[in-house]
């Protein structure tokens, strides 16, 4: 096994070795390529596997599903499987040869070799193979002088047109710049001005470009790659002429440093960009978002974040009443998702209102009631307005005198019940 790969996680390394010995049997040639091979060697963690055959990639795809026993997708369109293995994802494809009738458009693919599969991609660092077959297990396939563009820290581009065939990388280049310190060779560099130049965006849909850009947006820190795009006036494709908010993504940023147990919470939940994102475009008026989310695919989550961050000024007036109650907050704040509840708690400008929104990301959103419609039933209220105001007024008695067992919310709600009844 070559020795880059060394540093993969045992059960990965297995995953990888076992998928070499099965396209043995099946006499196929099987790479691991582009960014996990790229993020070996600059010793990162990366485990995201694609794999390349030369030939039939569903072939390969189905024997080690039907040996893992594990879920298999396959993509008859473009001849490529994914599987999902032991929390890992493996894309196998078919190693191939694209060309590109149009700038932007998608490239018409023909069956290749995987060194012609490598030409295709973006940049040299990311056309690197290790073939996974046991004659020449290990090596390291580099037609292109990747491996020697990673050591030097330069992001080259194949050919001229590359940004023209595919604009997306002009954000990828940006992307991988910022991520890994390196910088554009100077032929990319005047590629990638002249692509700008031509206005190559038009070219391609908003979709493709707002995926690379979430993928900005979801780096450690997106911040200078956001900043490079500005200069090279690339954002443009976002909203021409617009005003971006990056001192408020630094905060936002801040406050995910400062509150780790959000950060792990939101990781997985993929939240994080969104309050990036949030903060990106605060400048935004209500035309501005509509436009955004009419343009671009949003989920109905981040359609109606991105919607609600308007709320902004009328949310902290509330917040900062004197004397407001927890429960008034509460009532306030939960029409917001979290992503929202982050951006308002950086973009609001006092600190009572700072304190309102922590208190409710730390202890308020938990809040909920033991007692039931059920209960109420029991206790002779029928379904309908009251008993909604009866559990609504027992909510706001728990949060604000802290209410702490099932029993004490029994005892308010029959209060409730008597001092409504009672004339
Ligand atoms: N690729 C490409 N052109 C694109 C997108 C992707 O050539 N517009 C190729 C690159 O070889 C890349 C591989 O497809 O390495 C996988 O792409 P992707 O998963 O988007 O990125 P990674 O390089 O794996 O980077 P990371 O996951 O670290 O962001």
């Known amino acids: 096994m070559n020795d880059y790969l060394k540093q993969l996680p045992g059960p990965l390394l297995k995953i990888i070795r076992e998928i070499g010995q099965v396209s043995d049997d099946l006499n196929l040639v099987a790479f691991l390529v582009g960014g996990i091979v790229r993020d070996c060697i ?21 024997a080690l599903a039907g040996r893992w026993n594990c879920r298999i997708v396959l993509h008859k369109q473009f001849q490529t499987a994914t599987l999902f293995y032991k929390n890992f994802l493996i894309d196998i494809s078919s190693a191939r040869n694209e060309t590109y009738d149009k700038p932007g458009a998608l490239p018409i693919v023909q069956p290749g070799t995987v ?21 020449h297990n290990g ?28 604009p997306t990388r002009i954000l990828r280049a940006v992307r991988f710049q910022k991520r890994y310190k390196f910088s554009l060779s ?13 206005n190559c965006e038009r070219t391609v849909t908003s979709q493709r470009l ?4 979430k993928k900005i947006m979801k780096e450690a820190d997106p911040l200078p790659a956001l900043k490079m795009l500005n200069r090279t006036r690339f954002l443009r494709f976002i909203k021409p002429q617009a005003t971006f908010n990056y001192h408020l ?99 609001m400008p006092s600190q009572d209102r700072k304190e309102g929104i ?57 209060k409730f019940i008597g001092s409504i009844e009672s004339p």
């Not at 990162?44 to 794999?51: A, C, K, L, P, Y």
């Not at 060194?115 to 046991?134: G, Q, S, Y």
């Open 249 to 347: 993504v630094r905060s936002v940023q801040h406050f995910y440093d400062s509150n780790p147990r959000l950060s792990v919470l939101f990781e997985d939940e993929d939240f994080r960009w969104l309050s990036y994102f949030l903060a990106f475009i605060s400048f935004f008026d209500a035309d501005a978002r509509n436009a955004l989310v009419r343009r671009f695919h949003f989920t109905k989550h981040e359609k109606k974040s991105i919607i609600d961050a308007l709320y902004k000024e009328r949310s902290g007036k509330i917040l900062s009443s004197r004397n407001i109650k927890k429960s008034r907050i509460f009532k306030e704040l939960k029409k917001f998702n979290v992503p929202t509840l982050i951006f308002f708690r950086c973009a």
């Open 42 to 62: 600059l010793e990162r963690s990366n485990f995201d596997v694609d794999i390349v055959v030369e030939g039939k990639a569903r072939v390969l795809a189905k």
């Open 358 to 414: 922590q208190w409710y990301l730390d202890k308020g959103r938990y809040f909920q009631l033991s007692l039931t419609g059920e209960d109420l039933k029991e206790m002779g209220v029928s379904p309908g307005h009251r008993m909604g105001e009866i559990l609504s007024n027992v909510l706001d008695h728990k949060i604000d005198y802290n209410l702490k067992s099932r029993k004490a919310e029994l005892l308010v709600a029959k």
């Open 186 to 198: 100077d032929r990319t560099r005047q590629c990638l001005k002249l692509a700008i130049r031509s």
């Open 115 to 135: 060194a012609e599969d490598l030409f295709r991609r973006d940049f040299t660092i990311n056309a690197l193979a290790v073939c996974l077959n046991k004659r």
């Open 210 to 213: 707002f995926v690379e850009f």
């Open 139 to 166: 090596q390291l396939l580099d037609p292109l002088g990747g491996f020697s563009d990673l050591i030097k820290g330069k992001i080259r581009i194949m050919h001229d047109h590359s940004f023209l065939d595919d």
